[in-house]
């Protein structure tokens, strides 16, 4: 049957990074600025990151080889393309198979916010965090930042292109928290309700494995059925911790 999307979607957020572990210690000590230096994009991997992305790398190598990935599409944030640079050198995927880098896939813009815990945007600026009570994290857009609604806007751009590209292909994409929840209410046509409830059930892992497979049942044209959400058996069955912090930049996102 010939159809327009993939035979299967793998969505990945990137394994557990400094960022991560910062914004964790900023929180347990009560501080208003987690402890970054430098840009959020070039924020790496911890050590337990790469453990994670190296656990998800052989479990995607244990696959037979007509099942790996065949398109590798990821955010171009230091600690995203170093997971999947590990799932790589893991046997993950063929290293001549097609490692797209998007821009689209990248981590959600917070703006004036940016490294702000909850408690720092409440002291820092009251006047968001009163907006953003009434409007709600879908809609609320911080100065300089994005709504959920900006983000599922260029990621609605990047699933068309994955589309019109990579039709009856395996594809794997690595990308943010947020790039995962998003691009569930773009597959599955979620409404604001449907995703927040989602997400106020737990934060996605890292290095979890989100994964679509094409069902030709659905409607006149088929369609992509959620296979797995938020599944951390390939780091469990290693023994490697699983983790799942929201990132440095988002943290009261």
């Known amino acids: 049957m010939q159809h327009r999307w993939p035979e299967r979607l793998w969505i990945v957020r990137h394994g557990e990074s400094a960022g991560n572990v910062a914004r964790d210690a900023a929180n347990r000590d009560g501080l208003a600025v987690i402890d970054i230096a430098g840009r959020d994009v070039d924020v790496d991997l911890s050590p337990l990151g790469r453990r994670q992305a190296a656990s998800l790398g052989r479990w ?9 990935p065949e398109v ?4 171009p944030y230091v600690r995203a393309r170093n997971t999947a640079g590990l799932i790589e050198e893991a046997g993950g995927f063929d290293p001549d198979h097609a490692l797209v880098v998007d821009e689209r896939l990248r981590e959600k813009e917070f ?4 490294r702000l815990t909850s408690l720092g945007i409440r002291e820092r600026y009251p006047d968001q965090a009163e ?9 609320h857009r ?3 930042g994005e709504s959920w609604c900006d983000m599922i806007l260029r990621l609605r751009s990047a699933l068309d292109t994955i589309a019109l590209h990579h039709a009856q292909r395996r594809v794997l994409v690595v990308g943010h ?7 569930r209410y773009l597959i599955e046509n979620m409404t604001e309700e449907d995703i927040l409830r989602i997400d106020r059930e737990g934060d996605v892992a890292n290095c979890s494995v989100t994964e679509y497979r094409f069902d030709e049942t659905m409607g006149k044209d088929g369609g992509l059925r959620l296979h797995r959400y938020n599944f951390t058996v390939p780091l469990e069955e290693e023994g490697t911790p699983v983790t799942s912090e929201p990132d440095a930049k988002v943290a009261a996102a």
């Open 142 to 144: 911080p100065p300089g």
């Open 111 to 114: 703006g004036i916010l940016d």
């Open 72 to 75: 590798v599409a990821v955010s």
């Open 131 to 139: 907006f953003r009570q009434i409007l709600g994290k879908f809609y």
């Open 60 to 68: 995607f190598a244990e696959m037979e080889a007509h099942e790996r």
């Open 177 to 183: 928290q947020v790039v995962v929840l998003c691009m």
